[in-house]
């Protein structure tokens, strides 16, 4: 596969403070010879490569129709062999039901079901190391409201993403 066929992966970008927070957790907590990115929130993990200039379009679209998707930090979130930070969005679940309507027939089946929301910052660990942390961080991850800022469209190179395009949110409406 070629780098133009390479897979696309739409995430929610967090805002700046919470997104450096939590990318220094994943830079303190996530196995170094995995740890490729910085802290995110997918919501396709395989958008076919074909359909970049509709995704593209798509996003410009809806990033003027919302000026705000609003959310919620949880909590801590067990990934068995990670730990991630629990996300709660029902604003931006409904943003991406719109794109997966769109894209309905190109999904993969992973990208077909409603993620969980989340950042992880810790994966491929031994489940005794992912429960050390959780233990660590309880307490420590407070639930509190924010808003997403916009989308950013990523390239999958086999471990690193490239970057592509970002949108941010500026429309009138709230989601």
Known sequence: MSTVDAPLILTAQLPQEIHAR????????????RNFLEAHVTLFHALP???????????????????EVPAKVIGLMSLGQGTAIRLESPAMLRLRDRLADAFHGLL?????????????????VTS????????????????????????????????????????????????
Not at 49 to 67: D, G, T
């Open 49 to 67: 490569a074909m359909s970049q200039e509709e995704i593209v379009r798509w996003c410009r679209r809806l990033a003027s129709e919302y000026a």
């Open 128 to 175: 005794a190391e992912a429960k050390v942390l959780q233990a660590q961080l309880d307490g420590v991850i407070q639930p509190h409201a924010f808003t997403f800022r916009g989308l950013a469209l990523h390239r999958y190179l086999g471990g690193p993403w490239e970057p592509l395009k970002t949108f941010a949110f500026r429309g009138r409406a709230e989601a």
């Open 108 to 124: 993969t089946a992973q990208d077909q079901h409603r993620p969980r929301l989340h950042v992880t910052i810790q994966n491929k």
């Open 22 to 33: 939590y990318t220094a957790l994943r830079w303190a907590h996530f196995p170094p010879e």
